[in-house]
C-alpha cells in the first residue's frame, strides 16, 4: 500500500513540475511577445520622427537653393567690377605633374 501511495504521490509530483514548466514556459513567452510589441511601437514612432525631420530638412535645403539660385542672379558684371574682379587677360596656368619625377613625402626623416 506504501509503495503505491508513492508512486502516486511521484507522479503527482511529476505532473506538478510539468505544469508550473509550462506555466513558466507560458509567462516567458508573453514577456518575449509584450516585448517585441513594444520595439515595434518604438520603431514605428522612430520612423514617423525621422520622416518628419527628413522632411523638414529637405524643406531647409530647398529654402537655401533658391536663395543660391537668387544671389547668382543678382551678380552682375559692373557689380562685380565695383567690387574689383576683372576679367582674366591670359588663360590660367595649371600645375603639371613630370611623369619622370616621383617623390614620396613621409613623416618620417631618414
Not at 58 to 73: C, D, N
Not at 100 to 110: A, G, N
Request: charged content about 15%.
Amino acid at each position: 500500500m506504501k509503495q503505491v501511495q508513492k508512486k502516486i504521490s511521484l507522479h503527482i509530483q511529476t505532473e506538478k513540475n510539468i505544469f508550473r514548466f509550462f506555466l513558466g514556459f507560458l509567462v516567458v513567452t508573453i514577456l518575449l511577445y509584450m516585448t517585441f510589441i513594444n520595439l515595434s511601437i518604438v520603431a514605428a514612432a522612430q520612423k514617423d520622427q525621422l520622416e518628419v525631420s527628413l522632411s523638414t530638412v529637405g524643406s531647409h535645403v530647398a529654402t537655401l537653393e533658391a536663395q543660391y539660385f537668387s544671389k547668382i542672379e543678382s551678380i552682375t558684371l559692373k557689380g562685380g567690377s565695383s567690387l574689383g574682379l576683372s576679367f582674366a587677360q591670359e588663360d590660367p596656368v595649371f600645375v603639371t605633374r613630370n611623369p619622370d619625377v616621383l617623390q614620396v613625402l613621409t613623416l618620417r626623416s631618414f
